[in-house]
């Protein structure tokens, strides 16, 4: 009882002892922390006591202070404890809280021109992200100081990034971080095509793992396994153990993963424990402060020792401070020095009174001046130095990255890789020496298979190993120049690249990785989610894309190019138009005979119509005028409309004998697509083969273009349009009508290497793969690979290596779709050869009729005549006929030969007036003499043979005696068969002639007739 009445007076004691003491002085200094940093307070209260025992600082002055601790997440409590602070006087506010509570006391401090030395704390250790910007008056100042550095977590994090060459990783964030934080991040990334995702990290991380075990199929968790391999994680030490040891007893990630920890606050315990529990390799970015490296330098800054307990390395207690603990301590310092000038500088205030309810309250009138006052100086404490810039932030601000190397053991050692600073960024290098190191004097066995032109066998000599050539191998030669590594090649055992069989095991290429019997496959290899799942692959060294290889058109001939400037249709319209023309130059010349002199033969015949209008198209002229106003009219307009035809056809054919205008239906994949004609198929389950089958069936990326190519594909379960290998599919194509979908850049090459240049390649525009190094999976090579085929990359030795394969100037035109010329535009004979079988055909035509002519007269010359013929007349008679004629006029016709009679012109009324004595004509055979009668207007010709039985129907004409004319000469029968050459007479064979004017000599019949001077009877 006594003990505890004397405990009670001490109490007692103290508390007036305290209570004068902060009546006395004049240092007052406020602050508020968040209720879970108890640390805070502690180190608060021992910076204030360090202080009260330095004289030189504050001499005979001694700090008070006044602590609350509010909820971080409730602000209107902070303000509440914030004015109360204020209504006791103090000269300035230290806060270690969150953003949300602090924006308020910003607020509030502002309006009162409290000084605010504000200490951002982030809930529960996760990273700090920027706390919004607080509004206030314009032209006022800001009172709040921000103590800790501005957050440059994400300008480190891409360079980290960067430096390791991630394309493809996975953050992990816990549910204490603010993901805005990093959105600059994000941003940044996207741009520079990194493949970046997002997931959220749950407290109970056990029943999270749990689920992702019992949603996910084998695939998918083999897919998110792989994604593991690289992750970057933002999250608290504690939050990061408990989910690496998850991550890792659940066998989700392998020795080759790389994980990136992120976090201001990770201690040196906290350090060990995370690589304890880590394998692969660990990278880690915290802040940190630079010191000298004595430790008696540490504790003395200027004129103040700091406590040993918190700046001795030996110490233990020195290890677990906090960075907000390293702050807080310095804000006090701070405080006390700015206080220190003040005071010698005989420019204090006395103690703030304020009252934050009443309305009319002014603010604390010294406030301005310690404000100005702590922006000028400076400290040296356990943050290395603190000070403000005009803006009110600390600039001052390190991070050290800290890492350890591939491996499988737990406990490795960490090394200090680098450290970044706002001024001088990254100090250092991140690459992995220790793998550089171990590739030399490794040796890799590779696979591959045999694919043009990525992997060719260019030596193959019993006995000795095969050496290869081809654009991969230069690659593989590449990567291995440089890193230092061999190798050793062999071919897969099947041939085949490698596809998941019904029993769940892979074959081929893909399937000698997968059993560990290769740890590298290369080849024509493209990258696909089937073969993430289950090896890894390097960053891709060349784009993919699906093309069509196709056999070119052979340059048909052509036999009538000539015909080609007009359509058919056009053809057969011009030739119906001279047919058309020809009859109404006919028919207008009928309509309108024109007069013709006498002897001249009428050419109005349909036959020299059509002729004369065929001639004048072809511009050849006719021979024979028109004089009718109507006709000339109408050949006029066919001049120039033939005018008009020749000479479009003449232009065309220029162009249409030296253009070639042949194309292929198909120049894209959505042509072959289209079309059914032509079967088109690839090798059997390969990449092509599943690509084409996924875009055509997946319902979240369903193509219409790759829908029809599957149905072609696929057509009898793919057995009728596919093939096995690649060489297969070519030979197809070469020797058949088939279309090989493949690698494009397969195609493009064989194309290029054609002999024949028979080939041409059409491939889609935009690549969504590419052909990438295949590996083990947890291959610690890979990283290595990926940044070496990046350096081949930006230097520009890959597209070096591309062009030795893929040369610019090809020999072939990879692109058309027919055979070219190789020579000008020189026409050949193909190109005229219509015409000259035009001419050809026109020779032979001719000749055969010539022979049917000859033949029709010597036949018509040597057979019996017909009743229908021309009649014979007995000669004789009409020789005593003439004689008589003679003895009444002693004209000169009296001595006319008997060879050759010619009656110009012979009256027709002198015939016989009854048409039986006509007809009856017809009953004579066997003589020679044939009369013939023209009649000009009617353009008709009458021809009548007489018999000797007809002599008689003529006794009106010829007398009435009867006899035979006897050739003067020979005594016989002349033979009246030969036209003469006017059209009107005939002559014998013997070439005497004589004309005998002949008139009636007695009634006979009246024709008609008449005595027209353009008629002519001829004997």
């Known amino acids: 009882m006594k003990v505890i009445t004397a405990m009670l007076l001490v109490a007692v004691v103290w508390s007036q002892e305290w209570k004068s003491a902060l009546s006395d002085s004049i240092i007052h200094i406020g602050a508020i922390f968040d209720e879970s940093a108890r640390k805070d307070d502690e180190v608060f209260r021992l910076a204030v006591a360090d202080l009260n025992l330095n004289n030189e600082i504050l001499e005979t002055e001694k700090i008070t202070i006044s602590v609350e601790f509010v909820d971080g997440n409730n602000p209107f409590q902070a303000v509440q404890e914030a004015c109360e602070l204020m209504n006791r006087g103090i000269l300035a506010l230290v806060t270690s809280i969150g953003c949300m509570s602090a924006g308020s006391i910003q607020t509030l401090s502002n309006a009162m021109h409290i000084p605010h030395l504000f200490i951002q704390r982030s809930p529960a250790g996760s990273p700090r992200s920027d706390c919004p910007p607080t509004s206030r008056v314009p032209g006022t100042d800001d009172y709040t100081l921000m103590v800790r550095p501005p957050i440059y977590l994400n300008d480190v994090i891409m360079q980290v990034v960067s430096e390791y060459s991630w394309q493809k990783f996975i953050i992990f964030y816990d549910s204490d971080f603010d993901i805005r934080g990093i959105e600059d991040f994000l941003d940044r990334s996207s741009q520079q095509g990194m ?23 084998v695939e998918e968790l083999h897919r998110y396994r792989d994604t593991l391999r690289r992750a970057v994680l933002f999250m608290s030490p504690a939050t990061a153990k408990a989910f690496i040891t998850e991550v890792v007893e659940t066998n989700l990630v392998a020795f080759d993963c790389h994980w990136i920890l992120i976090n201001e606050e990770i201690s040196d315990y906290d350090l060990q424990e995370l690589v304890m529990k880590s394998i692969g390799r660990l990278t880690l970015v915290r802040q940190t402060f630079p ?82 006052t702590i922006k000028k100086n400076g400290v040296s404490g356990l943050t290395s130095f603190l000070e403000f810039d005009d803006n009110g932030s600390n600039p001052n601000i390190f991070f050290e990255i800290l890492g350890t190397n591939y491996g499988e053991d737990r406990g490795r050692g960490v090394t200090r890789l680098a450290t970044w600073d706002p001024v001088h960024g990254l100090n ?95 080849s024509a290899l493209t990258i696909t989610p089937e073969r993430e799942s289950v090896v890894d692959f390097t960053t891709r060294y060349m784009d993919y894309s699906v093309g069509v290889l196709l056999r070119k058109a052979e340059r048909t001939v052509d036999m009538f190019a000539c015909l080609a400037p007009f359509d058919l249709s056009l053809w057969a319209c011009i030739a119906g138009t001279v047919l058309l023309v020809g009859i109404l130059v006919y028919l207008l010349n009928w309509l309108n005979p024109p007069r013709l002199p006498m002897g001249s033969v009428s050419p109005t015949t349909l036959y020299n119509s059509m002729w004369f209008v065929y001639g004048s198209f072809v511009q050849q002229g006719g021979e024979v005028p028109y004089t009718t106003l109507a006709t000339r009219m109408m050949m006029g307009v066919w001049w120039m409309f033939a005018l008009i035809v020749i000479s479009s056809y003449t232009a065309n054919l220029a162009a249409f004998l030296t253009i070639s205008r042949i194309e292929n239906s198909i120049q894209s994949l959505q042509d072959l697509s289209k079309q059914t004609e032509l079967p088109y198929g690839t090798v059997l389950d390969s990449a092509v083969y599943d690509q084409v089958r996924y875009k055509s069936m997946n319902p979240f990326e369903r193509d219409p273009m790759y829908s029809q190519m599957w149905r072609m594909i696929n057509r009898t379960g793919g057995g009728e349009n596919n093939v096995e290998e690649s060489k297969e599919g070519i030979r197809k194509v070469k020797y058949g009508r088939f279309g090989f979908v493949w690698d494009a850049a397969v195609l493009e090459y064989v194309a290029n290497n054609d002999e024949d240049c028979s080939f041409y390649a059409v491939s889609s525009n935009a690549p969504d793969r590419g052909y990438g190094i295949a590996m083990q999976h947890g291959s610690p090579y890979r990283d290595i690979f990926s940044q070496r085929v990046l350096e081949l990359q930006q230097n520009g030795d890959m597209d070096i290596l591309k062009l030795k394969w893929w040369p610019r100037d090809s020999p072939c035109d990879l692109y058309s779709s027919i055979q070219t010329r190789q020579q000008g535009n020189a026409l050949d004979i193909h190109s005229f050869a219509g015409v000259f079988c035009v001419l050809a055909a026109g020779v ?103 018999s000797a039985k007809a002599a008689a129907g003529f006794s009106t004409g010829f007398g009435s005696g009867g006899g035979v004319l006897q050739d003067h000469r020979t005594g016989g029968v002349g033979p009246f068969r030969q036209r003469a050459p006017n059209g009107g007479f005939f002559r014998s064979p013997i070439k005497t002639m004589s004309s005998i004017p002949y008139q009636s000599t007695g009634p006979g019949p009246n024709f008609g007739y008449g005595n027209d001077p353009d008629r002519g009877t001829s004997i």
Not at 195 to 217: A, G, P, Y
Not at 335 to 358: G, V, Y
Not at 500 to 510: A, S, T, V
Not at 883 to 895: F, V
Request: proline fraction near 4%; include cysteine.
């Open 428 to 522: 250092g290098t991140l690459t992995d020496r220790k793998l550089e190191n171990n590739m030399r004097g490794v040796v890799l066995r590779v696979v591959t298979v045999l694919e043009e032109p990525f992997v060719m066998v260019s030596e193959n000599v019993l006995g000795k190993p095969k050496k290869y050539q081809g654009y991969s191998i230069d690659v593989l030669d590449a990567l291995s120049d440089y890193l230092g590594f061999k190798y050793e090649i062999y071919v897969a055992p099947d041939h085949k690249y490698g596809s998941l069989q019904p029993d769940g095991q892979w074959n081929g290429l893909m399937g000698e990785l997968v059993f560990k019997r290769a740890d590298v496959g290369l």
């Open 195 to 217: 493949d970046v995702s997002l997931q959220k990290v749950e407290s109970n991380i056990n029943m999270m793992i749990t689920s992702l075990f019992r949603t996910m199929r």
């Open 844 to 946: 032979v035509l001719s000749c055969l009729i010539a022979m049917v002519e000859s033949w029709w007269s010597r036949r018509k010359g040597s057979r019996v005549p017909s009743k229908e013929d021309d009649k014979e007349i007995d000669l004789e008679h009409l020789h005593r006929r003439v004689n008589s004629l003679c003895t009444d006029d002693e004209s000169p016709h009296k001595q006319f030969s008997t060879s050759s009679v010619d009656l110009t012109p012979l009256d027709m009324d002198a015939l016989p007036a009854a048409r039986q004595a006509l007809e009856q004509i017809s009953d004579f055979r066997n003589t020679h003499i044939t009369t013939t009668t023209f009649i000009p207007e009617q353009i008709q010709t009458l021809s009548r043979t007489l």
């Open 291 to 372: 010191m000298p490296q004595n430790a008696s330098q540490r504790c003395v800054k200027h004129n103040h020792r700091i406590n040993n307990s918190l700046c001795d390395p030996k110490n233990p207690r020195s290890h677990q401070l906090e960075i907000t603990n390293r702050y807080i301590y310095d804000s006090v310092l701070l405080l006390a020095n700015t206080f220190h000038r003040k005071l010698e500088d005989r420019k204090w205030h006395s103690m703030a009174s304020l009252s934050c309810i009443r309305k009319n309250t002014k603010p604390w009138q010294g406030g301005k001046s310690m404000l100005d």
